[in-house]
């Protein structure tokens, strides 16, 4: 199978704006939900249908609550389980990701509302490599290199800026590579996804 690029993954943007604008996926091999939620220290909230209705929510909480907690939405796709917050990095920041990694695989990216982003890819609490998907060329972790020839397949820029510039769009095609588990606009909009909040200490 070809791996696919950034440009397999304009499709958010376009599709999903608000989601676009900051988000962090994160893929968690062999953890249901539930367990998920467990591992978070997540309150169980009410299933939500699309993910339209999840950024509502996230975005309703962050304007009115003052506890610090965030709306987090999660659904089964094959062995792993796709974490999603709106407007959220937990999943994608080192203290937080790498203890909960424990016996997983821990695939996560964000981009925030100022292009900040970061890549982080952990396996049982030790962390692989992270980079943010702008600045390629700085990277970390115990293997930073493993996924070089990938990094570049799927556009990331390495040299001059290209246009349009498609960094956000490559780390959905990285993580793909890493999992197996290919996003598509059907699933972000028809599941009907388990939902909880979780606190950003």
């Known amino acids: 199978m070809t791996m696919k690029t950034g440009a397999d993954y304009t499709w958010l943007e376009n599709d999903f704006p608000d989601l676009a604008e900051a988000y962090c996926f994160t893929l968690v091999r062999g953890l249901p939900p539930v367990e998920l939620t467990s591992r978070l220290e997540g309150r169980p909230q009410p299933a939500l249908h699309g993910i339209a209705a999840v950024v509502d929510a996230a975005f309703a909480r962050y304007g009115h609550e003052e506890d610090g907690r965030q709306v987090v939405?999660?659904?089964t796709v094959g062995d792993w389980?796709?974490?999603?917050?709106?407007?959220g990095y937990f999943g994608?920041?080192?203290d937080h990701a790498l203890p909960v990694?424990?016996?997983t695989s821990w695939v996560s990216h964000?981009?925030?509302i100022n292009a900040?982003?970061?890549?982080?890819?952990a396996e049982d609490r030790t962390l692989r490599l992270s980079f943010d998907p702008m600045f390629p060329e700085e990277r970390w972790g115990s293997t930073p290199d493993a996924l070089l020839d990938a990094m570049h397949h799927a556009g990331?820029?390495?040299?001059e800026s290209p246009e349009p510039d498609l960094s956000s769009p490559a780390a959905f095609a990285l993580a793909e590579h890493v999992t197996g588990v290919a996003l598509t606009p059907a699933l972000l909009r028809d599941t009907t996804f388990t939902c909880a909040t979780i606190r950003m200490r």
């Open 73 to 75: 939405a999660m659904t």
């Open 110 to 112: 964000f981009v925030n």
């Open 81 to 87: 389980t796709l974490l999603i917050e709106p407007n």
């Open 92 to 94: 994608a920041t080192e």
């Open 101 to 103: 990694s424990a016996g």
């Open 156 to 159: 990331f820029p390495f040299e």
């Open 116 to 121: 900040l982003g970061t890549f982080l890819w």
